[in-house]
């Protein structure tokens, strides 16, 4: 029946956040991309500076031995899709690749999952006073747009959504624990609906932002070109950076826009179903996380 699948498609909403997940894996850390740096010691100084960030930051690595075979991502036509397969190929549960440019300054990159979802963050860009100061600058950049976006990882795209501890659980019981008098049939069904329709206002609400900079970004990204028939260096690399952007936004648009009405359908036939009264009713609470490329919902009644 129609109620039954709804139904079940909002336990499944509220149940997410719950679920036990394995280990996370390493990440794929893409060998840096790098534009105009010619000299030997501007090449070494960025790498280090590159892997030092990424050392800060303690995260898990894939090994460097495997990226060997692993092939490049640098030239790509669609780097998103190069570095899923990357990631996939590599065993990881993402790969990251940045891009600096030493003239003008311009840092760039993102974050892959194998599912293909991807996390990218504002890039990098500044004109060097002098020639003597674009090294040291680039240095910075690098290492503060590394750091920004290892730490967009550590966020609900990413991050595995499961416990410290094992969960335990309770095998069902026909009678009701001692001192605790026995609900009525159905009475878990509105404080349920409750916490649907906050999640499905939520996911909404979080649509509509996504919406507004998804449509930022485009509006950018078309002035950027109008009346250009070629963009140069900077402008290609602003215009990718604002395409990232656009598709990362939209996508997670879709998806909070889908979660959000899922919820708000399925919380009003669990209302409407519910009947009785709800003065014993257990208090509610929803919370939901959004990231680009996903929404997590969970829920507690």
């Not at 336990?11 to 740096?37: E, I, N, Q, R, T």
């Not at 349920?192 to 206002?201: C, D, E, Q, T």
């Not at 485009?218 to 002035?223: G, I, N, V």
């Amino acid at each position: 029946m129609l109620r039954d699948r709804l139904i079940a498609m909002g336990v499944a909403l509220l149940s997410a956040g719950a679920a036990l997940a394995a280990p996370p894996k390493p990440l794929g850390v893409h060998p840096l991309v790098m534009h105009d740096a010619d000299v030997p010691e501007h090449a070494a100084a960025l790498v280090a500076a590159f892997e030092d960030a990424i050392r800060e930051q303690k995260v898990q690595t894939v090994s460097k031995a495997a990226w060997e075979t692993a092939g490049s991502c640098a030239g790509a036509t669609d780097a998103t899709a190069c570095l899923k397969d990357l990631a996939r190929r590599l065993g990881a549960r993402a790969v990251m690749m940045v891009s600096v440019r030493l003239w003008p300054v311009i840092v760039t990159g993102q974050m892959t999952t194998a599912e293909g979802q991807t996390v990218t963050v504002p890039l990098r860009q500044a004109v060097p006073k002098s020639e003597a100061e674009r090294l040291e600058l680039a240095r910075s950049m690098l290492a503060s747009f590394t750091k920004e976006l290892l730490e967009a990882d550590e966020g609900e795209l990413l991050a595995p959504l499961v416990p410290d501890g094992p969960v335990a659980t309770v095998p069902p019981s026909s009678s009701p624990p001692s001192g605790v008098a026995p609900g009525p049939a159905g009475a878990w069904r509105k404080p349920a609906a409750w916490v649907l329709a906050a999640a499905g206002a939520a996911g909404l609400g979080v649509a509509t932002w996504l919406h507004l900079e998804a449509g930022g970004a485009s509006a950018e990204l078309d002035e950027l070109r109008r009346g250009k028939p070629f963009l140069n260096r900077d402008e290609e690399a602003m215009a990718l950076a604002l395409s990232q952007k656009r598709d990362s936004y939209g996508t997670s648009r879709n998806v909070a826009a889908g979660v959000g009405l899922v919820a708000l359908i399925a919380g009003g036939v669990l209302y409407l179903t519910s009947g009785g009264d709800d003065a014993n009713a257990a208090p509610v609470a929803v919370g939901m996380g959004a990231g680009p490329g996903t929404v997590v919902i969970r829920g507690r009644f």
